[in-house]
């Protein structure tokens, strides 16, 4: 492949003016799928399950089968609407999107294509310095999620090249809702944060509505970002490219300013942006053609003639909406005021993406501050070190548990890190890991009496100078102890220990 | 004439009653059944799959439950023919596709389940155009059947095997779809009974699809009262199917049994009543107006200026919905798959399978509806398609405002020869002239015999149509033409067809069981 070559982003910015697009997809956590009886493994209860075992005849697109719409899939569909600002539709209906492909069992998808059940919203955003955007958005419909190809043999784990390819149709039919923007002017340069922190809004919405896992890394949450340049002073448009794949935050904002680098480099060269999708590449962090988008996309759209349109009645709309949980925003200064934190610390907590783990973590338990600690201090240098997110590799419940067995005494701060490092590598609760590994204080002044005077024995001349004043003289002791116990003692009640030694002594 | 041959001979109404009394058992009437399909199917090859074993099991259940006393449905014990378009679980179900030989479903459509829990015995699958997708049956992958008046005539399609079967006394019961006609342009051919009920009366929950917004599922049957009673079973709300109905049905036995004419306003539609339609065709018609008036009913005469342009419409609408729904017959899945020579990538093979699993009838509407659906065409053909049929809908309004039913002739002309028109598709589909206009308009329909036409002395048959929900009218009227008609003849039409069993029968290639 050739060389693909970036502008400096800086210049890429003083020549062109970035304009976003974005589309969410959230996987709704309903019990049964959108349109058939079968179990959703979108659902936290049904999750991991074998292949093809949560299928019925209507997803696997049995000659005969008939879809029947979710009720639950559209009164959560109608709450994130509601939660986005939009109207919704008092009657909407689906389509059939037809394209042949094997992850798609009816070789149609169902779909809303003109008239979807909610439309017209805005979202309000806000950046790691605080300034906030508003985001408007186009619409938001409601579909059905395609099943997964598994590509055997070949290199890339791609269907080229590959030996041949298995379908697992458990996703096919997962209720999707798919949210889209309008182009978005003006983020400038704050464009790849403000991307990501659009994505982290939906996230935090989705979850305070109880509608989704919405978890990037399980593909909860979904990304699609449309990205295009135009000259400074221009009023039309440039042509897009939509990058898809994109399934961490980290990624969203890498994509979205790799896309303005490249695009800016073409375009300064006198060249044209094809109009195409292109794939995010997370290892390199650089995009990829996909195909080009703009024939191919016959769609031979259709109203859906198995489904009656999908009508809500004005009192039901009104008690969801009544309903809604508080906005993100209005969240975080609540949140803020109730935690005590610091500006400072509260960035820390937001830019993070970890306020929604921060306050299970504390409804689990934690103190503010320990929850605060462990989520931007170890884990999130954890994350930093595999480049994952943070939120992806503990529990709030775990990091509640390894909270309070340092409150209560039984883990060092050192003891606690290497307990948490257990429980990234998926040992077990903090408990299940000191009791495996041994890790708690000793806390058996016995064992510590023993290990003092083993260590006094070989340094004899240190409870003189304690006696002579020289308090200091008993680190030599601790340490000794300290390793000794392998650094399951707890220093302070060790030195405690020596100086009680000392005076007995006298 | 023989125990075995009286039985077959029962209207299923009669059978019923002989069985409620115990003066038959269900596996005996089973089969006679299965004794005449052995005898005459070669011939006339209604039957694509004849399930003797499992009806046999399902005849002994419904005696042990009788004799236990267990209450049991009307029709209980009483056999019946399954269109293969329902997916039956336990018996193949082809749809008349070599694209699905040999799959067996592990569900059955709502309409097959209903019929089971009611105690009724199915046969087997009847043979049917590929995927309903014609008027003869001579579109169906695994040869035509026969029109047991003429075997060198077509029995209608698409559900000539249905007709075919209760006609050739094969089964006194059978269960057919119709999308344009499919159940009552056999009816016709056959001097039998077919009623198409108001769109969403029963389930398609388990029929494979053909146009999801045109499919009916409805009673095929000998008599009258024998499809009320079937659709008495049929009919009723399915949360698998939301476009079934909700609201309860009245009995549509109830409205035979008390049929009466006196007052009854029938409308003629203007445009249904030309030359178009052969003479004999048209004579049965009348006369049966005729007899309507002087017991009490009405004749009026109705327009439907924009029922000319139903066929357009409707050769728009069902391709397009077809090339859709027929998608998933990809190979992936199930049925038949084809790798190309050498191997190929999926789709290659998911072309290659297509290519050799569907026939051109098949074929020509796929490119069709794919070519109604494509951006640039989309407004102008499926569109437009859709206006007309909202127009069509208006012209049923206007005259349902006027009149208690419609009468037209079922189709225009009687059982054409096999092969007749098989290289021209639009003389094919003209067949269905007067039966698509209330598939696009979701209303009712009946076709019952109204004679035998002089010059060829073919079955006839007259439809009346009723407003959406009002399928009782239907019952009602032709349950009274039925019993004056009855009354001339001195008994049904159809002991006039010829006793295929006195025949010499050869099995013909494409009829071999």
Known sequence: MARVELMDYEQALELFEPVIGLEVHVELNTETKMFSPAPNPANEKYHGAAPNTLVSPVCLGLPGSLPVVNGEAVEKSISLGLALGCSIAESSRFARKNYFYPDLAKNYQISQYDE??????????????????????????????????????????????????????????????????????????????????????????????????????????????????????????????????????????????????????????????TQETRHWHEDTGTTSPGRPKSDADDYRYFPEPDLVPVVPSPERVAELRDALPEPPAARRRRLKAEWSFTDLEFQDVVNGGLLNEVAATVAAGASPAAARKWWTGELTRLANASETDAASLASPEHVAELAALVEAGTLTDRLARQVLEGVVAGEGSPQQIVDARGLAVVSDDGALIAAIDEALAAQPDVLAKIRDGKVQAAGAVIGAVMKAMQGKADAARVRELVLERAAAAE | ??????????????????????????????????????????????????????????????????????????????????????????????????????????????????????????????????????????????????????????????????????????????????????????????????????????????????????????????????????????????PHDSTSIAEPWPSMAEAVRRADVQGLRIGVVKELDTDGFQAGVRQRFHESLELLERNGAEIVEVEAPNFEHAIAAYYLILPAEASSNLAKFDSVRFGLRVTPQGGGTVEQVMAASREAGFGPEVKRRIILGTYALSAGYYDAYYGSAQKVRTLVQRDFDQAFAKVD?????????????LGEKLDDPLAMYLNDIATIPANLAGVPGISLPAGLAPEDGLPVGIQFLAPARQDARLYNVGGALERLLEAEWGGPLIAKAPDLSTHELTATEEGAL
């Open chain 1, 116 to 273: 979807p059940i909610a439309f017209d919203g805005e979202v309000e955003v806000e950046l790691a310095d605080g300034r906030t955007f508003q985001v408007p958005i186009e619409r938001a419909h409601m579909e059905e999620d395609a099943g997964k190809l598994t590509h055997v043999g070949g290199a890339t784990g791609r269907i080229q090249g590959a030996e041949y390819s298995l379908v697992d149709y458990n996703r096919a039919g997962v209720p999707l809702v798919e949210i889209v923007t309008r182009p978005i002017f003006g983020a400038e340069g704050d464009a790849p944060e403000l991307a990501k922190a659009y994505v982290s809004t939906i996230r935090d919405i989705a979850i305070s509505l109880g509608i989704s896992e919405a978890r990037m890394e399980r593909g909860n949450l979904r990304c699609d970002a449309n990205v295009s340049l135009r000259p400074r002073g221009a009023e039309q448009l440039g042509t897009r490219t939509e990058t898809k794949n994109v399934n961490s935050f980290r990624s969203i904002e890498r994509a979205v300013r790799y896309e303005i680098q490249r695009q800016a480099a073409i375009l300064a060269k006198g060249g044209a942006i």
């Open chain 2, 1 to 238: 004439m023989s125990h075995s041959d009286e039985l077959i001979r029962l209207s299923a109404a009669e059978l019923a009653r002989r069985l409620g009394r115990g003066e038959v058992s269900s596996v005996e009437a089973t089969q006679a059944h299965l004794d005449r399909i052995a005898a005459v199917d070669g011939a006339v090859h209604a039957f694509l799959h004849v399930n003797a074993e499992g009806a046999l099991r399902a005849a002994a259940e419904v005696d042990r439950a009788r004799a236990a006393g267990e209450s049991l449905g009307e029709l209980a014990g009483v056999p019946i023919a399954i269109k293969d378009v329902l997916v039956t679980e336990g018996m193949p179900s082809t749809s008349g596709s070599k694209i699905l030989e040999g799959w067996i479903p592990p569900y059955d459509a709502t309409p097959v389940r209903k019929v089971r829990e009611a105690g009724l015995v199915p046969l087997g699958k009847t043979n049917m155009d590929e995927f309903a997708m014609g008027s003869s049956t001579e579109h169906s992958a695994y040869g035509p059947t026969h029109n047991p008046w003429d075997l060198d005539r077509i029995p209608g399609g698409s559900g000539g095997g249905s007709a075919a079967s209760v006609a050739a006394f094969e089964a006194p019961l059978a269960l057919g779809s119709d999308t344009g006609g499919s159940i009552r342009q056999p009816a016709h051919v056959t001097g039998t009974v077919g009623v198409k009920p108001t769109y969403g009366a029963v389930s398609r929950y388990g029929s494979i699809a053909l146009a999801s917004s045109l499919d009916q599922i409805g009673p095929v049957t000998r008599t009258v009262l024998d499809a009320a009673l079937l659709q008495d079973v049929i009919a009723g709300h399915d």
């Open chain 2, 405 to 417: 039913v419609l009468a037209t002739p079922t189709a225009p002309t009687t059982a054409f020869k």
